[in-house]
């Protein structure tokens, strides 16, 4: 299984940005996907994640201005950014966990980190 992470840039604060997440090899089921982030002399944290029953978790300092959500045919989730602020700065990584087609067992694994830099 492979994730490909996308969609990270430089936004001005209040922008937006879209990060996507596609998730493609053996897959019979994707049954949780969070987006991570680690800012420059911190430690990684939880923003947002999404189960395949559709319950979504979101760090308090991003509630009401990220809004994870998932495709479930195209095993793709997005974590839409609006009201970006400086302090959003950093590098994004998904993490799914899932089920293999097949062999039915289970995954878990890591996409390439995104830039995301917000500028005051």
């Known amino acids: 299984v492979q994730l490909q992470a996308s969609g990270g840039g430089v936004v001005q604060a209040g922008g937006s940005l879209r990060l996507s997440c596609v998730a493609s090899?053996?897959?019979?089921?994707?049954?949780?996907v969070g987006w991570y982030r680690r800012a420059p002399g911190k430690q990684r944290e939880l923003v947002a994640s999404?189960?395949?029953?559709?319950?979504?978790n979101y760090a308090d300092s991003v509630k009401g201005r990220f809004t994870i959500s998932g495709d479930n045919f195209k095993h793709t989730v997005y974590l839409q950014m609006n009201s970006l602020k400086p302090e959003d700065t950093a590098v994004y990584y998904c993490?799914?966990?899932?089920?293999?087609?097949?062999?039915?067992?289970?995954?878990?694994?890591w996409g390439q980190g995104t830039q995301v830099t917000v500028s005051s």
């Open positions: 993490n799914a966990e899932g089920i293999y087609s097949g062999s039915h067992s289970l995954f878990d694994y």
């Open positions: 999404i189960t395949s029953g559709g319950r979504t």
């Open positions: 090899g053996r897959i019979f089921k994707l049954t949780d």
